[in-house]
């Protein structure tokens, strides 16, 4: 999963970042609310972690813009305490949830797998396609009930195509749900951790679909 951490304090911001990478997740910090705008001009996220209070603009005045233009991504903001009328006119905006500081990163990680069951239309973490069960919170994978070790990265990929398992998902895609800004990356990463997961799923789980990318074959599903 990719994050946008849209927080000024330098030590809440990079806090949240190192926590969230330590739980697998790509995770990038801005400062501002126009340093957010090109990042979310720039890349996709699949959730931006929203703090209220900027210094080139409140965080509502971003929501605001990112829903009159249609963007239906999860939005968490925090706020402070006793900021009541925030949170309300945060939900109302549309925020998918709110976390008043100071916050456990727990408590945060939970919302955000919780925000993220919603918004894929699961009632639990778990992922389910076919036989295969893999579980984010646990970072664990299973077929048919025998468990499968997996890598970091492989974890990710496999992931992602089963949370969008009707879909094709090209390189970009996958790179930018993987790798967060600062990252090493090779030019042939995603190649090399797809043929590791056919080793130990079978060649014919994930297909290549030429010149575009990756999808899980439909008998699995």
Known sequence: MRILIVEDDRIIGSGLQSGLRQKDWAADWVGSKSQALSALKAEHFDLIILDIGLPDGSGLELLKLLRAEGSSQAVLILTARDAIEDRIHGLDLGADDYLTKPFDLQELAARVRAITRRHQGRGSNAVIVGDLHLDPEGHTLS??????????????????????????????????????????????????HVHHLRKKLGPDLIRTIRGVGYTLDASTQ
């Open 143 to 192: 077929r048919n009930g025998e468990s499968i070790a997996l890598s970091r990265r492989e974890f990710g990929i496999l992931q992602a195509l089963m949370e969008s398992s009707d879909k094709v998902l090209t390189h970009e895609m996958l790179e930018q749900k993987l790798y967060g800004w600062g990252d090493e990356l090779d030019s042939n990463a995603i190649q090399v």
